[in-house]
């Protein structure tokens, strides 16, 4: 009879397990579900910060409204490229080339070969000159004015 009691306890034991081992297959489905969720909305979010940047980054970090004055009355494309950059870079927070060269466009620079070049070899003159400064924005290379520019200087 000793015999039958350690097996009665024995098949009751692995009853409970089984029971147990049920119980926490189906909360880790469920866990598991929730995690392919989460992952799912992790690469959403991540891809919407991504395109925001993007954004950011085209948009010249500053959102200017149509109509708003790029460069200061009396600056024109006949004022010279060194001297629009100094304005559009003292008239807004730190600039991408990119986002520079789309303010001068606005601004009538047009009919240029490739006004991007003009624009990067100013930034590099300027910076050469110490009146700006290259800084990280989104982990590109962005443009901030440090210099109050003599305005005899010409360019």
């Known amino acids: 009879m000793p015999d039958n009691d350690?097996?009665?306890?024995?098949w009751a034991e692995e009853a409970r397990l089984e029971e147990e081992q049920k119980e926490l297959v189906s909360e880790r489905d469920v866990i598991t579900r929730r995690l392919k969720e989460i992952n799912l909305r992790l690469g959403q979010i991540d891809?919407?910060?991504d395109a925001i940047g993007t954004l950011l980054e085209r948009n010249a970090l500053k959102p200017i409204p149509p109509g708003d004055p790029v460069l200061p009355p009396g600056v024109s494309p006949e004022s010279g490229m060194t001297i629009a950059v100094r304005q559009v870079l003292q008239a807004n927070q730190?600039?991408?080339p990119s986002a520079i060269r789309d303010l001068l466009e606005r601004s009538g620079f047009t009919g240029r070969s490739?006004?991007?070049i003009n624009v990067h070899a100013t930034l590099?003159?300027?910076e050469r000159q110490g009146e700006v400064r290259v800084i990280q924005v989104h982990g590109r290379n962005a443009y901030k004015w440090i210099h109050q520019a003599n305005s005899s200087d010409s360019g």
């Open 6 to 10: 350690m097996d009665r306890q024995l």
């Open 114 to 116: 490739n006004l991007l």
């Open 124 to 126: 590099k003159r300027l």
């Open 47 to 49: 891809r919407r910060k």
């Open 94 to 96: 730190p600039l991408r």
